[in-house]
Nanobody
Framework: QLQIVESGGGLVQPGGSLRLSCGSAGFYLDDYTVGWFRRAPGKEREAVAYISSDGGSIRYADSVKGRFNISRVNDNPTVFLQMDSLQDDDTGVYYC???????????????WGHGTQVTISI
């Protein structure tokens, strides 16, 4: 069974940083495009960032540009989302998604993790 596993969420004060990790079980993530999405309380799910399978194409939502950085390592396939200068509006459940098709920031990915909670609070 193919699984996506996120980790790294937590509670952090405004202005702080967190690094989320996305790994896999049952398949190797290095052949897959990966996207990070989030759902804030009471809001629709939204795209955060995406990275192509070779890392050559990266895109960010306007709301996180300049603050978040997506990267990947393919020897022990993992995709990271470095989140800096975190704001209250960044609070939500963050999901990692993967697919062999390059969907970019569209949420058409086949494989999704269960999410990791990120809370920005004093």
């Amino acid at each position: 069974q193919l699984q996506i596993v996120e980790s790294g969420g937590g509670l952090v004060q405004p202005g702080g940083s967190l690094r989320l990790s996305c790994g896999s079980a049952g398949f190797y993530l290095d052949d897959y495009t990966v996207g990070w999405f989030r759902r804030a309380p009471g809001k629709e799910r939204e795209a955060v960032a995406y990275i192509s399978s070779d890392g050559g194409s990266i895109r960010y939502a306007d709301s996180v540009k300049g603050r978040f950085n997506i990267s990947r390592v393919n020897d022990n396939p993992t995709v990271f989302l470095q989140m800096d200068s975190l704001q209250d509006d960044d609070t939500g459940v963050y999901y990692c998604a993967a697919d062999k098709v390059d969907y970019g920031l569209d949420a058409d990915y086949d494989y999704w993790g269960h999410g990791t909670q990120v809370t920005i609070s004093i």
